[in-house]
Structures are given as C-alpha cells and as structure tokens.
C-alpha cells in the first residue's frame, strides 16, 4: 500500500515561491516515472510536471520555465518548486503516477495564489 503525503501549499501573492514536497513510501520512487498532478476547482485534474528516476524532468505548457520538479530518492521525497506563481495556479497539488493505474491519491495540499 502507498501512501502520498503532500505537504507545502500555502497562500501566496502573485509572482511568489512555494515549494511543495511528497513523501511517500520506497516502493513509489522505485518506479521510473513519477509526477505532480493539481485540480482546480470545477476543473478536470491536469498533469503539471513528470520527472524520471535519472532526473530527466517534464514539464506541462502551462509551468514550464515556472516550476522545477526533482526528487530525492534516499529521503523518498518527491519537490516542486514553484516560481512567479500566477492566480490560475491556484489548485490542489498532488503527486502520484503519470498515467492511470494511479495509487491512491494523498490529500493534496493547497495553494492559494492571490492576485
């Protein structure tokens, strides 16, 4: 059974940092692919970020020069750093797999960003 622990969100003016953070059990960065996912409100869930065990990151349209996903594979934590956030990030940001079959979802964690 995994466990995602999402943790970090907060609330932040426009053009603010947050860094979020995932801990979950080994058998989740044993895998090669994992990611960050976030759903506003009334929105479907969208793929924000993916990184690979290597560290090969990607990243979604939307973030892109904005975020920076990494991962620390002895500490089984999982980051998304997150720079000159604007209001449509607001959202709750979750990390799981990429791609169906996902592990069940973690609570997620807030961010609020104020305009």
């Known amino acids: 059974q995994v466990q995602l622990v999402e943790s970090g969100g907060g609330l932040v003016q426009a053009g603010g940092s947050l860094r979020l953070s995932c801990a979950a059990s080994?058998?989740?960065?044993?895998?090669?692919?994992v990611a960050w996912h976030r759903q506003a409100p009334g929105k479907q869930r969208e793929l924000v970020a993916t990184i690979t065990t290597g560290g090969r990151p990607n990243y979604a349209d939307s973030v892109k020069g904005r975020f920076t996903i990494s991962r620390d594979n002895a500490k089984n934590t999982l980051y998304l750093q997150m720079n000159s956030l604007k209001p449509e990030d607001t959202a709750v940001y979750y990390c799981?797999?990429?791609?169906?079959?996902?592990?069940?979802w973690g609570q997620g964690t807030q961010v609020t960003v104020s305009s």
């Open positions: 080994r058998t989740f960065f044993s895998i090669n692919v």
């Open positions: 799981n797999l990429p791609t169906p079959p996902f592990f069940n």
